[in-house]
């Protein structure tokens, strides 16, 4: 037993050593976690973490290859997230898992409900409804089906569900990702009185002021790997980034004042200008310029708001607020096509189900956005369409045994290669990137470093979304760092650095939401 | 079209063998049966006979292929067929010339397609229960139009549509091809084609790279509309008569059935519209076969449900691990590494 904090009682939950592996990836490898009783403990980690691979493996959806798991002293190993709750441990996910068109009391005792002479006792079912969810400061109307209400109701109905099925240990898989911050501090309540009956929660979040705010405790996981397990109230936020992104750093570099070159740069008149440009629950208003010839990249931890950037810049959301000019003229994006128009490209981040149309060939994914910008009118001619292709495959070296070869059947690289083709035949002027190198393998990720820095130099104005800090740094001029679906920073010039990112990320936030527990 | 099938005669082989076999059971059956003789200006014999009477199936073969390609479905067409049919008789019978009459009808068929992919497209209903709207609706709409009568009519020039010829071929088989032809260069001439099967793929990624996503699946619904509304003149033309309560009737599934014959999958995406119309002609002429051999027309039902059975076992994914691969021509590959790393999905399940 490795638990910092020994007692006389074993802890609530204890996970020592859980392991498991999907077609020879080790997505969990020895990984310790324990839960006590009545804390709030935060598990974090970046993608791939293994946060998701954990929760499964503990609540039997996944079986795990080594380990054990206790609860209270008792080993267990439930083959399910029903078994898990009968063991009392509750799972409720960032998509409710109940079901809509039921009523709420329904919902609360499905599987489970009052009976009176064999039939469902209807007039009880409501009446402990009603007496569950009081404690939880909800009064509704039990009878009325669950999907009516909002997301935050849902998920404390679902809560309430799982706490009364004597669940001790609650587990909350990003329940804070769809919600306002009103209904933030709801749940923030909820989980408090919670934490307050001896009930240990396990808080799987993106947010790291929330983590703060709420969490007694903090484990980070790290590409499957236990990096440690703190106290929140010793561990700055700095120290806590690092642990996620898996690095050593030094004090924040001193502030380097831009230099000429970067000042004439500014001076520059932008291709792209964002003023205030923001969208409700999705990402705070930002101001946002990208100028000719220049990488703007976006930093930040996942879920904090770069990818619904880059969509709005897109026009693949539409902003609900804000202004948006090209070459200094005021525009409006509504949709990708507006955005096509301007001469904008945008190689998503879920490349099969947003980039790539998977039947067709590599030929026809590659002329299709230009074929769209066109009109199905004047159609390319399959002579042109074909010189097209084959430039391309050749120009950016896209392993495919011919251009007739259905786009699904090549590796992630090549797809990517072939969506950066479809784009570079529109000759964009600002191409937006998200993720262009996750999920590929080590070759095409530095052909696509090195196509990124030849299409700057040749004057296209790219925005680039990347996990990858060192790739960032290594092609951007500014980068834009953002945190909890704000930008909180831009770094320029003698700035861009990745101990500078990491600062910007883990600072403080201006305007405390929630008061430390 | 000879792009419609995008890998040459290995993926149509089926369906002209389908339609082989179909013909060739016929004329042993009934060894009368590829004899053609020209009576007053006309062709006849069995053969003629499968082509006439599988035009209007045909028709909205043509139509529901590109409805289908794009992932969906239109069980509207059987009551478009009614209200067109209806439209044309009452008129008629209310004495307008053909031009109007035409219009009208054609018009009618048009609307109920844009009514349909407005459904589809801009209010994102499920294909299905969108056109299913119609389908239930359609029917009321024709017997309004008709006052619940049958409404019968005399006059020569609309009924030439149904039981003339064209240079001794009957005019619903020159329709049919007429309208093959024009979809044909509608769609392939133009991107349409691509945009069509682009959405049928992956709405999401077209609609990314600036397909305009609602007015291609609009387009579609819209001639799918036209296609059904030239079945029913097709249909109400021939019997100089519209009956709302049957025409087309059930129609609806034969045309889903010859588009699966013919080889477009529900799934969306490529589609072959002349293998449709192969599709409607092989049940065209197991029906036929099967008037011709004296069995009861019962049996018409069940073998079409054979068939539709045989189909959808060989597209089955279950059955498909069972069966050998089908020889595909693939070029050689090199062992390059790049097909070597298609992306786990299990891996990633870290956030």
Redesign the interface.
């Known amino acids: 037993m490795t638990d910092p904090t020994p007692t006389a009682s074993p802890p609530l939950l204890a996970i020592r050593g859980l392991s498991k592996a ?2 020879g ?1 080790q ?1 969990l490898d020895g990984v310790d976690f324990t839960v006590r009783h009545g804390e709030i403990h935060a598990l974090l ?9 954990l929760i ?1 493996t503990l609540t039997g959806v996944y079986q795990r290859d080594a380990g054990t798991v206790t609860l209270e002293g008792r080993a267990i190993a439930p083959r399910g997230v029903e078994e898990a709750q009968r063991l009392h441990i509750g799972t409720v996910y960032q998509e409710v898992n109940l079901l809509p068109n039921l009523s709420v009391a329904e919902n609360l005792f499905l599987g489970r409900q009052p009976m009176r002479f064999g039939f469902v006792d209807r007039g009880a079912m409501r009446r402990r409804a009603r007496a569950v969810l009081l404690p939880y400061g909800l009064s509704l109307d039990v009878t009325a089906p669950l999907g009516r209400f909002s997301v935050a109701t849902q998920q404390i109905v679902a809560i309430a569900r799982a706490v009364d099925m004597s669940a001790k240990v609650l587990i909350l898989d990003e329940p804070t990702a769809s919600l306002d911050a009103q209904e933030v501090t709801v749940l923030f309540k909820v989980m408090r009185t919670l934490r307050s009956r001896g009930i240990g929660i396990v808080f799987v979040t993106h947010f790291l002021d929330q983590v703060y705010a709420l969490c007694d405790r903090i484990t980070v ?1 790290r590409n ?1 790997r236990l990096v440690g397990e703190r106290r929140t109230a010793e561990l700055p936020r700095i120290d806590l980034v690092a642990m996620m992104l898996g690095r050593e750093l030094e004090a924040a570099a001193h502030r380097i004042a831009p230099t000429m070159d970067d000042a004439e740069e500014d001076a520059r008149p932008p291709l792209v200008r964002f003023r205030g440009y923001g969208k409700a629950r999705s990402v705070e208003p930002f101001d946002l310029d990208i100028r000719p010839g220049e990488v703007v990249g976006l930093a930040g931890l ?1 879920g904090s708001g770069r990818t619904e950037t880059a969509r709005l810049v897109f026009g ?1 959301d539409r902003a609900d607020r804000g202004e948006a000019a090209v070459d200094g003229q005021a525009v409006r994006l509504r ?3 507006d955005a ?1 128009r301007l001469g904008f490209g ?1 190689c ?1 981040e879920d490349r ?10 590599v030929r ?1 994914n590659i002329i ?2 230009l ?10 001619p399959r002579r042109r369409q074909e010189e097209i292709a084959d430039r391309f495959i050749r120009l950016l070296d896209i ?4 251009a ?1 070869q259905p786009i699904q ?6 797809q990517q290669k072939a969506l950066l083709a ?1 784009w570079l035949a529109t000759e964009p002027r600002l191409l937006i990137l998200d993720e262009p190198t996750r ?1 590929i ?1 080590v070759g095409a990720h530095a052909e696509i470093i090195r196509l990124i820095e030849r299409l700057c130099a040749d004057g296209m104005a790219l925005l680039v979304v990347s996990s990858e800090l060192e790739e960032i740094v290594a092609y951007s001029r500014r980068v834009v760092v953002l945190r909890d679906r704000r930008h909180v920073a831009e770094l320029r010039g003698g700035e861009v650095a990745v101990d500078r990112i990491v600062a910007a990320i883990a600072s403080e936030p201006a305007v405390a939401g929630e008061p430390r527990p | 079209m000879t792009r419609s099938v ?1 890998s040459g005669p290995s993926r149509t082989l089926p369906q002209y063998g389908a339609l082989a076999a179909v013909l060739l059971a016929n004329w042993l059956l009934f060894p009368d049966f590829f004899s053609i003789r020209l009576q007053d200006g006309r062709l006849f014999g069995s053969l003629i006979d499968v082509l006439n009477r599988g035009a209007p199936v045909a028709l909205l073969a043509i139509g529901m292929t590109m409805v289908i390609a794009t992932r969906g479905v239109d069980l509207s067409v059987g009551a478009v067929m009614a209200i067109s049919g209806a439209v044309a008789a009452t008129l008629t019978q209310a004495g307008w010339g053909l031009t109007p009459v035409l219009a009208a009808s054609l018009g009618a068929g048009l609307l109920c397609g844009l009514w349909n992919g407005l459904l589809v497209a801009v209010l994102r209903i499920q294909p299905i229960i969108a056109t299913l709207i119609l389908m239930v609706a359609g029917r009321g709409i024709a017997q309004l139009v008709t006052e619940g009568q049958i409404v019968t009519f005399t006059s020569p020039d609309l009924a030439f549509i149904g039981s003339g010829s064209f240079l001794t071929v009957p005019m619903p088989v020159v329709i049919t091809a007429v309208l093959l032809g024009v979809t044909a260069l509608l769609v392939r ?4 084609g ?2 069509i ?2 959405v049928g ?2 709405r ?9 996503t609602p007015v ?1 699946l609009i387009a579609v619904y819209v001639w799918c509309g036209l296609c059904a509304a030239v079945a029913g003149l097709v249909v109400a033309a021939d019997i100089r008569g519209a009956d709302a309560n049957n025409a087309g009737l059930w129609l609806e599934l034969d045309a889903i059935l010859a588009v699966v014959v013919g080889g477009t999958s529900l799934l969306g ?2 589609f072959g519209l002349l293998l449709s119309v192969v599709g409607a002609l092989i049940l065209q002429a197991m029906n036929t076969g099967i008037l011709l051999s004296g069995f009861k027309p019962e049996f018409n039902l069940i073998v079409k449900a054979g068939v539709l059975m045989i189909v959808l076992l060989l597209q089955s994914p279950t059955l498909t691990l069972f069966l050998p691969r089908p020889a595909r021509p ?5 062992p ?9 999905p ?6």
Not at chain 1, 45 to 53: C, L, P
Not at chain 1, 409 to 414: A, E, Q, T
Not at chain 2, 205 to 212: D, L
Not at chain 2, 336 to 344: L, Q, T, V
């Open positions: 999907f077609l990836v997505a980690g970046e993608n791939g973490a293994g946060k998701s691979t499964k996981l499957g996942l693949m949709g990708p096509r096509i945008f998503p099969k189900k947003e980039g790539i149309v998977g039947a067709l060939s026809e299709l956005a074929q769209a910008r066109q009109g199905w009118l004047r159609p390319i392993r495919t045994p011919h007739e059947l090549l590796s992630g690289g090549n479809r999920g393998d | 995008s001439m133009t991107a349409l691509l945009m099967e682009a793929v992956n999401l990624s077209s609609a990314g790279a600036g397909v305009n291609v995406g490529r693939r070029p050689v590959q090199p390059a590494p790049s097909r070597a790393k298609p992306e786990s299990s891996p990633s399940a870290g956030a």
